[in-house]
């Protein structure tokens, strides 16, 4: 039936729209998190992917949470000679976490949840409807 199948599918955007809220939740919780010692490095951005699985019981292409991958992109440095990070000049190696983009990132990813839910919310409507015209 369709409406399995459309339901099916809205529940996967949810699962993997809620992993990506906690790879993003993880970013901006360690966005200060430096390394213990000189040298060491700070946190790491994780960047979330998705991917198509075909689900053969229900003949239908769903998405699921893929690999985390990290972020390759540079840290920052800050000037901060009594942190027990500095290197030898007085710089800490800081995370390549932007909280801003994090925060855009976070609201995409609650819209996109909204938007599966209200597919499962109309196609839940959509059965109630088909029902009561068949009991009537």
């Known amino acids: 039936m369709d409406f399995l199948k459309s339901m099916m599918v809205a529940a996967s955007g949810l699962k993997a729209q809620s992993g990506?809220?906690?790879?993003?939740?993880?970013?901006?919780?360690?966005a200060q998190s430096t390394g213990d010692r000189p040298g060491a490095d700070p946190y790491q951005r994780k960047i979330p992917t998705f991917?198509?699985?075909?689900?053969?019981?229900?003949?239908?292409?769903?998405?699921?949470?893929?690999?985390?991958?990290?972020?390759?992109s540079d840290f920052d440095l800050r000037y901060e000679p009594d942190h027990p990070a500095a290197n030898a000049e007085g710089y800490v190696q800081m995370p390549n976490v932007n909280t801003l983009i994090e925060a855009v990132d976070m609201r995409e990813a609650q819209r996109s949840y909204e938007a599966n839910l209200n597919v499962v919310d109309a196609t839940r409507r959509m059965m109630q409807r088909t029902l009561d015209i068949l009991r009537a």
């Open 51 to 72: 991917k198509t699985e075909f689900d053969r019981q229900m003949r239908v292409n769903v998405v699921e949470l893929g690999r985390i991958r990290k972020d390759p």
């Open 20 to 30: 990506r809220m906690r790879v993003i939740a993880e970013n901006i919780a360690n």
